[in-house]
């Protein structure tokens, strides 16, 4: 079966950066949508950032600039390098695989299967 596990969350301060890591294992990962989204407390998940097979990329306003997505399709693992980190970046982040999503998007609703998350905190 799919499997997504995050890795590379951490603490850091403000301006600081962070690469999150996503091994995906259970299926054909370049065929695969991948986004990665982030889920602050008292606040609804939202989407980070996303990739195709194509390489092609959508962000959220919030961290573009910031924060790249990039993927290693021979080690079917998934990256988010995150610079210039603010404290309203502090959330559990997760990876999720979406096999059915035709045009690259940070769309909840499209993604079938997530990992458990990564905590990041980014202190002030």
């Known amino acids: 079966q799919v499997q997504l596990v995050e890795s590379g969350g951490g603490s850091v301060q403000s301006g600081g950066s962070l690469r999150l890591s996503c091994a995906a294992s259970g299926y054909t990962y370049s065929s695969y949508c991948m986004g990665w989204f982030r889920q602050a407390p008292g606040k609804e998940r939202e989407g980070v950032a996303a990739?195709?097979?194509?390489?092609?990329?959508s962000y959220a306003d919030s961290v573009k600039g910031r924060f790249t997505i990039s993927q290693d399709n021979a080690k079917n693992t998934l990256y988010l390098q995150m610079n210039s980190l603010k404290p309203e970046d502090t959330a559990m982040y997760y990876c999720?695989?979406?096999?059915?999503?035709?045009?690259?998007?940070?769309?909840?609703?499209?993604?079938?299967?997530w990992g458990q998350g990564t905590q990041v905190t980014v202190s002030s």
């Open positions: 999720a695989a979406g096999p059915d999503i035709v045009v690259v998007t940070t769309e909840i609703y499209e993604y079938n299967y």
């Open positions: 990739i195709d097979s194509d390489g092609s990329t």
